[in-house]
């Protein structure tokens, strides 16, 4: 579109280049074509005028699924869509996971050039193994040629030591990066809860935090002798994050991502064994939380994840120890994280940042960021206005939501990607 | 303290977990089980207090002898008792819980009695129909009419289960059983003293309120009762112990290990038992020491205990 639009008078925080102030941006040809508080408004066929409210790049989520196609009720890419731009994303990247595995190059390139035609801007990485095994590899290749833009190893993490260290070395000639979920195999296997005295009362099969540390400092060891990019896929630990830091103390190509679950939740939110906050990696406890928090602030995190997931069953139709693991999280995301603002745990800024540049920069995007030339993908949103989230109300074709019920101060007004506007609340 | 000074009523109608009672509530469920022990010894056993209501036996997992239980002890109130063995039936056709539960609730049973492998199924099934729910066991998690008939056949040889030594020894990380056990015996309140290797240990359980032994001579020194568990093999992935022999001799109660307890101990087995693994076949034998029988025996008084009080409930609410 060849129109001329302006957004004056807004908060602009900016996490790319650190502003949080007055401003506005002229958008000409879906690009950024000037920001500050003194914008050329004269070639502007419109002007929003943003009073009170926050203009932000459009966020980003590196880790989002749908259901198959053709899944009766499912999640498609349409409703996938909605959801997104009613959160707020511009860009999201389907990751696989065992329902939807994405290892197979034959129609790759054609399905990302299907999601290419969105308005939100879909993006897709590959599985890394042939059915997500972790025995094989998928055909890592072909796949970043058809615009695969990680590749991923979904749930389980990949218990063959030698398999892990040659998909380090092989993704390295692509310079992509290979997710990992930090999990000892063997001490996760079969397991709903952290090992802890909640999980141990209930008796659940449960995970210690050191699996965490275990796979962090074996995946970094093998990234160091294989020269790979380790993505840890959703650190949730404090134990992980130490071994974090550990292993960034070496000169290794190792990135951080957290999922929003364990920043906002824990795992007495499940309380009386409610299956909707039956995830994968499980509810971690408060202390992770909290750890985890003051990771973000501290910039150790680089990008937070929805890891959105719809399940058939919106209470999931079985207790927990048995329910489908995952939440539905692009609609309140965004919520989640300003809850934190709100509370006084993160800045604004900082909260925005692991949500729009952070993600953008790992996978070298131009957009999450509000500068000339970039894409104008764009949000506003109302950073008080109070609202509760309500499953039946979501652009979702599904509804398990762990925030179900959940009082949420701030949503999103406008999303916007090369500049035209998707979602208007 | 009889209960005739309060005016108080029992008022659950779910028994999902021991930490749902108080010790009125257990209180008054051992004098009801009290006489239906003494009944249940006469040829007159049969009463007709739970007329007209059925109760539904869904067990998820295979049990002889707690469905057994349970059958007899409704049927002894005169309740319609249907069985469900759930592992053969929808479960494997690939139907949710929620939904088998609503198919079942739909049938219009007063009472489900619930055995299922994962913990918290008794709480989403009684959550999903709103019909009564007793736990015959969940998972790992509780087992609370094992308890009570635990501590109610002890309540019989004693005045009083509180200010007793009390020794649990074998997997209590597997057991829900010990976890009922453990909660109910606090609530009486018990000493509790746990034994067992620590692969076979939950992570936290020294906080558990129970001291934690890894020598079983050491652990037996004064103990009032024992209670044998057997290793859960069909909840273990992988080994937690070399063998059952070198288990039986470090773990394994015999009549030379147990002079080290009160002269008066007594030996309890939740059953199903592994003689010559947890327990040796002597002991668990033995008239003087094992209440194994009079544990069996009181199963049946407890659950129609809990029954009666339930359904009770039920009929109250139906009028209000």
Not at chain 1, 55 to 74: M, N, S, V, Y
Request: with cysteine; charged share 20%.
């Amino acid at each position: 579109m060849s129109t001329t639009r302006a957004i004056i008078n807004a908060r602009l925080v900016d996490p790319a280049s650190g502003q949080d102030g007055p401003g506005g941006v002229l958008i000409e040809d879906g690009l950024i074509a000037q920001t500050g508080s003194e914008l050329d408004l004269d070639a502007a066929d419109e002007v929003i005028d943003a009073k009170g409210r926050i203009l932000a790049p459009a966020l980003i989520d590196l880790r989002c699924a749908k259901e198959p196609a053709l899944t009766p009720d499912g999640e498609t890419v349409d409703t996938l869509c909605a959801s997104a731009m009613t959160g707020g994303f511009g860009t999201i990247v389907l990751a696989p996971n065992a329902r939807s595995p994405l290892d197979k190059a034959d129609g790759f390139a054609g399905m990302n050039r299907g999601l290419a035609q969105r308005g939100v801007r879909v993006l897709s990485a590959c599985g890394a193994t042939q059915g997500l095994a972790g025995e094989q590899m998928a055909e890592i290749g072909l796949m970043v040629r058809g615009g695969a833009v990680y590749a991923g190893c979904g749930d389980a993490p990949i218990h063959d030591t030698r398999l892990m260290r040659r998909l380090l070395s092989y993704t390295s000639q692509f310079d992509i990066w290979l997710a990992s979920r930090p999990a000892d195999a063997h001490l996760a296997q079969g397991t709903v809860a952290l090992e802890s005295d909640w999980s141990a009362r209930y008796g659940l099969p449960s995970e210690p935090a050191v699996s965490e540390r275990i796979a962090i400092e074996r995946d970094a060891a093998l990234a160091e002798l294989s020269g790979g990019k380790l993505m840890i896929d959703r650190l949730s630990t404090a134990a992980g994050l130490d071994a974090l830091r550990h292993v960034r103390s070496r000169d290794l190509e190792i990135a951080a991502t957290v999922a929003v679950a364990h920043l906002t939740l824990n795992e007495v939110d499940a309380g009386g064994l409610d299956s909707a906050f039956r995830m994968d990696p499980p509810l971690r406890s408060e202390a992770d939380r909290l750890a985890l928090v003051e990771a973000l602030v501290s910039g150790e995190i680089d990008a937070v994840v929805s890891d959105h997931r719809p399940t058939p069953f919106d209470d999931k139709g079985e207790p927990f120890a048995l329910a489908i693991a995952g939440t539905l999280s692009l609609e309140t995301m965004l919520g989640a994280m300003l809850g934190l603002v709100h509370d006084g745990e993160v800045e604004l800024i900082d909260a925005l940042r692991v949500m729009t540049s952070g993600p953008a920069d790992l996978l070298g995007l131009p957009q999450g960021r509000i500068a000339v030339g970039a894409p104008a993908d764009l949000i506003l949103i109302d950073g008080d206005k109070p609202w509760v989230c309500q499953p039946d109300a979501f652009a979702s074709a599904r509804g398990n939501s762990a925030w179900s019920g959940r009082r949420f101060q701030g949503r999103v007004l406008q999303t916007l990607v090369a500049g035209d506007t998707l979602y208007n609340s | 303290m009889s209960r005739a000074e309060f005016s108080y009523d029992f008022p659950h109608r779910h028994l999902v977990s021991v930490a749902d009672l108080n010790p009125v509530d257990i209180q008054i469920i051992f004098e009801r089980a009290a006489h239906h022990l003494a009944a249940n010894r006469t040829p007159d056993k049969r009463s007709e207090v739970l007329r007209g209501l059925t109760v539904l036996n869904l067990f998820f997992e295979a049990s002889t002898r707690t469905q057994g239980s349970f059958e007899m002890a409704g049927k002894r109130l005169g309740a319609d008792v249907v069985n469900f063995a759930m592992a053969s039936s929808s479960a494997s056709k690939g139907e949710s819980l929620s939904d088998t539960a609503r198919t079942l609730a739909a049938m219009k049973p007063d009472i489900m009695v619930v055995r299922h492998s994962a913990t918290g199924a008794p709480q989403f099934l009684a959550e999903r129909t709103g019909l009564a729910v007793v736990n015959a066991g969940d998972g790992m998690h509780e087992h609370p009419t094992q308890a009570l008939l635990d501590s109610f056949t002890l309540s019989q040889r004693w005045d009083s289960v509180g200010g007793r030594r009390i020794l649990i020894v074998g997997d209590i990380l597997h057991s829900r059983v010990a976890r009922s056990n453990i909660g109910l015996l606090n609530i009486l309140g018990a000493e509790i003293r746990l034994c067992a290797p620590p692969t076979l240990l939950p992570s936290d359980v020294d906080q558990w309120g129970c001291d934690v032994f890894h020598d079983l001579d050491e652990a037996l020194k004064g103990c009032d009762a024992v209670m044998a568990l057997r290793q859960q093999r069909e909840r273990m992935s992988g080994g937690f112990v070399p063998s059952e022999r070198e288990f039986f001799h470090l773990f394994g109660l015999t009549h030379d290990r147990l002079e080290a307890a009160s002269p008066d101990v007594l030996v309890m087995h939740p059953g199903p038992m592994n003689r010559g693994v947890e327990i040796h076949t002597k002991l668990a034998d033995d008239p003087e020491m094992s209440v194994i029988l009079d544990q069996v025996e009181s199963g049946v008084a407890i659950r129609m205990a809990i029954l009666e009080l339930i359904g009770a409930n039920i009929r109250k609410e139906a009028a209000a």
